[in-house]
Nanobody, 126 residues
């Protein structure tokens, strides 16, 4: 079985930074696409960033491009999301997600993913 556990969330001021981590068990993070989504109160879960199993290609939503960076640490079997220049609009629960090994498809769609973590809260004060 696959388990994903997010950590690193918290309260930060406008313009601050946080680094989120997703620890995987039952899965090598290099064998499948690893993705971060987020969900704000009253809104649907939305794509943030992903790193693909093929060539470590990365993709970002337009609203975080240039501020967030996703990366793998294969030795620790974790995926991180470095978040800079945080804005109040970034406030949400952030979720780590992945799929069965070597799966291809629409990485931007939340319905494509097979496994989800419990989420970690990020709050940016204005």
């Amino acid at each position: 079985q696959v388990q994903l556990v997010e950590s690193g969330g918290g309260l930060v001021q406008d313009g601050g930074s946080l680094r989120l981590s997703c620890a995987a068990s039952g899965r090598t993070v290099s064998s499948s696409t690893m993705t971060w989504f987020r969900q704000a109160p009253g809104k649907e879960r939305e794509f943030v960033a992903c790193i693909k199993w093929s060539g470590d290609r990365t993709y970002y939503s337009d609203f975080v491009k240039g501020r967030f960076s996703i990366s793998r640490d294969n030795a620790k079997n974790t995926v991180s999301l470095q978040m800079l220049s945080l804005q109040p609009e970034d406030t949400a629960v952030y979720y780590c997600a992945t799929t069965t090994p070597w799966k291809t498809g629409d990485v931007y769609s939340r319905t494509w993913y097979d496994y989800w973590g419990q989420g970690t809260q990020v709050t940016v004060s204005s």
